[in-house]
């Protein structure tokens, strides 16, 4: 017998775990799973962000009492080929990770060595800390069950149908898939993701999820570059990403920046410890039609610890004591957010390179302005131009204002952040200061280009200061 969530979390070491065990397994008393082992896994929350307060249903007894772990464990390894045993010991090191997530990845690992009475005495407090961990409770039955002699495990096919089907257990089982996909598989060292080309240091910190790890990147950024100084389980929309309209229940896909932070006591109990709404949709959004609103980063109900994988409308859900590390970092309109279906790592010399390619157009752009040829600078602009303002601005006032601006002055430009976002079409978000010589104050751009036939073209601007 083999537990479930352990067995897919370490595969291999389930069964030695059990073996090690097993002589001893008749002291174990199974009657401690119906307290807190049988709150685990509650439902996943899937209602509505924006118009629903609270989470969904009550736990599922079937599936977290004792004997719904044995038929679990069937169902797992029915028709599997036992793994030898050393699977446990080769495996890929885990990153650590951070507080309750850390406790539980502790949890997997003493389980792979075979360790099981020191996993279970682990997980027995990890659950008294933190009661609503669903998947931490459904470890904890696990681990209950594998005390139970096999001899005394009596087949349930009905029941091993019912866990196979049941929603709630595929849910997080699939959340312990990702959490330990994402801590072993690591970052390449030296990398950053591709989006983030160059970073000002008037931005401490940038956000990047990969929501095919369910994963949250939180960087801290200095004179030497971005560094990876944590990351966090996540949950993104319930049909999943690329969100285009309004109702979809996807995450869209993109570059962002978070624009403000909600009092949590202004808002629901749904939405935990508060929240960190984006400019979503931007303006690369806005111009291929995209629509929809109220896309935020917030945390979860008291009652849940984390939801499934796929559980939002479109919002980015974490834990709330991940959420509350990150609230203390982020600068509201200065923190970037990307989002990508998956992650793409370069190294910093690549992002040099692409910074180095891009940089030359920006040069090209304030060279042309400050000569004063209007058809030279023209050509930088695409037809539907346009800057953000209380009022529509179109190109051709914008290029005489830029003349008025700029013609013949020596203007420095500083404190640039270049972020490349890539999918059907090539664009970049530029923000950077420029001062004029001789004045102490200028204006602070964020502009939004695409790369057409091979040249960068800017298709909107806004002033930020």
């Given at each position: 017998m083999a537990a479930s969530a352990l067995l897919l979390a370490t595969p291999g070491a389930a069964h030695a775990a059990n073996n090690s065990n097993s002589s001893s397994s008749k002291s174990a008393n199974t009657k401690t799973s119906g307290t807190k082992a049988a709150k685990a896994g509650g439902s996943r929350a899937s209602a509505k962000e924006a118009r629903v307060g609270k989470a969904g249903s009550g736990a599922s007894k079937t599936q977290l009492q004792a004997k719904g772990k044995r038929s679990a464990v069937a169902a797992d390894n029915a028709g599997a080929t036992r793994p030898a045993r050393k699977t446990a010991r080769t495996a890929a090191p885990l990153q650590e990770a951070s507080g309750a997530e850390a406790r539980l990845?502790?949890?997997?690992?003493?389980?792979?060595?075979?360790?099981?009475?020191?996993?279970?005495?682990?997980?027995?407090?990890?659950?008294?800390?933190?009661?609503?961990?669903?998947?931490?409770?459904l470890v904890y039955g696990d681990l209950l069950a594998a005390q139970v002699p096999p001899s005394n495990a009596m087949p349930d096919t009905a029941g091993i149908a019912r866990l196979r089907g049941n929603p709630a257990m595929v849910e997080l089982h699939e959340e312990s898939r990702r959490r330990l996909q994402a801590l072993r598989e690591r970052p390449p060292a030296g990398t950053v993701p591709s989006q983030f080309l160059t970073l000002s240091t008037r931005s401490r910190f940038a956000i990047a999820v990969d929501a095919s790890r369910s994963r949250l990147y939180l960087f801290e950024n200095s004179d030497k570059g971005l560094k990876l100084v944590a990351d966090y389980y996540i949950s993104v929309g319930k049909s999943g990403t690329d969100?285009?309209?309004?109702?979809?229940?996807?995450?869209?896909?993109?570059?962002?920046?978070?624009?403000?932070?909600?009092?949590?006591?202004?808002?629901?109990?749904?939405?935990?410890?508060?929240?960190?709404?984006?400019?979503?949709?931007?303006?690369?959004?806005?111009?291929?039609?995209?629509?929809?609103?109220?896309?935020?980063?917030?945390?979860?109900?008291?009652?849940?610890?984390?939801?499934?994988?796929?559980?939002?409308?479109?919002?980015?859900?974490?834990?709330?004591?991940?959420?509350?590390?990150?609230?203390?970092?982020?600068?509201?309109?200065?923190?970037?957010?990307?989002?990508?279906?998956?992650?793409?790592?370069?190294?910093?010399?690549?992002?040099?390179?692409?910074?180095?390619?891009?940089?030359?157009?920006?040069?090209?752009?304030?060279?042309?302005?400050?000569?004063?040829?209007?058809?030279?600078?023209?050509?930088?602009?695409?037809?539907?131009?346009?800057?953000?303002?209380?009022?529509p601005v179109d190109a051709d006032a914008v290029l005489r204002d830029e003349l008025t601006y700029a013609q013949g002055k020596r203007v420095q430009i500083k404190d640039t952040s270049y972020l490349h976002w890539r999918d059907t079409e090539d664009t970049m978000i530029a923000t950077f200061g420029e001062v004029f010589e001789g004045e102490k104050n200028g204006r602070t751009r964020r502009q939004y280009w695409l790369r057409q036939a091979g040249e960068w073209k800017l298709f909107h601007e806004e002033i930020l200061g």
């Open positions: 990845i502790g949890v997997y690992e003493l389980f792979g060595r075979g360790k099981t009475r020191e996993a279970l005495a682990k997980a027995q407090t990890l659950v008294r800390d933190h009661p609503n961990f669903q998947l931490a409770q969100k285009a309209v309004e109702g979809d229940a996807r995450t869209p896909l993109g570059v962002y920046y978070i624009t403000s932070s909600l009092d949590p006591r202004s808002l629901k109990d749904f939405y935990g410890a508060g929240a960190l709404p984006i400019n979503y949709p931007n303006p690369y959004d806005v111009r291929r039609g995209k629509t929809g609103s109220g896309i935020w980063l917030h945390g979860t109900p008291p009652q849940q610890f984390a939801r499934a994988p796929l559980a939002s409308d479109g919002c980015v859900v974490m834990a709330n004591p991940d959420l509350k590390q990150l609230l203390r970092k982020v600068q509201i309109g200065a923190t970037p957010v990307v989002t990508a279906r998956s992650l793409q790592w370069i190294s910093q010399p690549q992002a040099e390179k692409e910074t180095k390619k891009f940089a030359d157009s920006i040069t090209a752009w304030k060279d042309a302005r400050a000569s004063g040829n209007e058809a030279q600078l023209k050509k930088f602009y695409l037809p539907d131009f346009q800057r953000a303002s209380r009022k």
